[in-house]
């Protein structure tokens, strides 16, 4: 099977599109776990499938790395409008695209440059902050501002946000690159709190336009970037009071341009890399028997 593999600020996953029938005869999450593999797959931080949809132009399924499914990404659908121009899902002239996602209908503008779809924007719908639909466990209406947890010794002040997926975000006044990410992401991300699991994002303001900020994504660990991670990133700091409703987010991968527009939606615009086409082989990892003496 042909995999193609995209990017998003180095955020990336491998593409492919099922055959009529296929979608429902596949393993797909543990597809998703041997070719994300860095060491004995084709590497990437998950698997994303182009289907046809009967409400959309197209429509996404996407496995984490672990195999887990997620609701939406944002710099996966961007590289997805790229791919679905690309292998000739959707006309080649198309300028604006509908995408169905298990986080609702998302509409994706396209960017070009000598005939080359280069980037995207994605209207990323309006957050949502009440607790059961996040879903957090906690008491009361949203939206829910530095809920105070502990972990690992280390305090969090965490305000909760769904971009159709659940995330908690961390204001810190230090540099992003000194908190200890890969030890307290992984705590965050499977605490009690949070019934689905979380994305848990550490964000350091730099003024009120600009924000530097990493991510330990559910189900794929730390990331160079996560578009839904950043929109919830915007959203939070207009919420506390921190920044200005349009942001530059400057992830480890590179920059995402930010809105939370006046109307409530949240618009992410970004780059999309065409990386490598890959031929997949279906064949198991050699095992290895100890020989008894």
Not at 162 to 176: C, L, Q, T, Y
Not at 189 to 201: G, I, K, S, V, Y
Not at 236 to 251: E, W
Request: aromatic letters at 6%; charged letters at 25%.
């Amino acid at each position: 099977m042909r995999l193609v593999k995209l990017h998003g600020l180095g955020n990336d996953y491998l593409f492919y599109r099922p055959e009529p029938g296929e979608e429902e005869l596949r393993d797909w999450a543990d597809l998703a776990r041997r070719a994300s593999d860095r060491h004995f797959g084709v590497g990437a931080d998950g698997l994303i499938l182009a289907l046809p949809s009967e409400v959309a132009d197209l429509r996404m399924r996407i496995f984490n790395a672990d195999g887990s499914e997620a609701e939406m990404c944002g710099n996966g659908i961007r590289c997805l409008a790229k791919f679905a121009v690309e292998e000739g899902l959707v006309p080649p002239d198309i300028d604006e695209l509908r995408v169905e996602t298990l986080a609702g209908v998302l509409t994706v503008t396209l960017f070009r440059e000598g005939g080359e779809v280069v980037a995207a924007r994605v209207n990323m719908g309006r957050p949502r902050f009440e607790p059961a639909e996040i879903p957090v466990n906690v008491e009361g209406p949203g939206p829910v501002l530095d809920y105070p947890l502990t972990v690992d010794g280390v305090e969090l002040r965490l305000t909760f946000v769904s971009m159709g997926n659940p995330h908690a975000v961390h204001f810190i006044e230090g540099d992003v690159d000194d908190f200890p990410l890969e030890r307290i992401g992984p705590l965050v991300e499977r605490h009690p709190l949070f019934p689905n699991r979380t994305n848990f994002q550490v964000v350091q303001v730099l003024d009120r336009g600009h924000v530097r900020h990493r991510v330990w994504e559910r189900g794929a660990g730390i990331t160079l970037a996560s578009g839904t991670s950043a929109s919830a990133v915007c959203v939070a700091g207009v919420l506390k009071g921190l920044t200005d409703r349009r942001i530059v987010d400057s992830l480890p991968g590179g920059d995402l341009e930010l809105e939370w527009t006046e109307e409530g939606s949240v618009l992410m615009t970004g780059p999309a890399v065409r990386v490598f086409d890959a031929e997949w082989h279906e064949s198991e990892r050699p095992r290895y028997h100890r020989s008894r003496r």
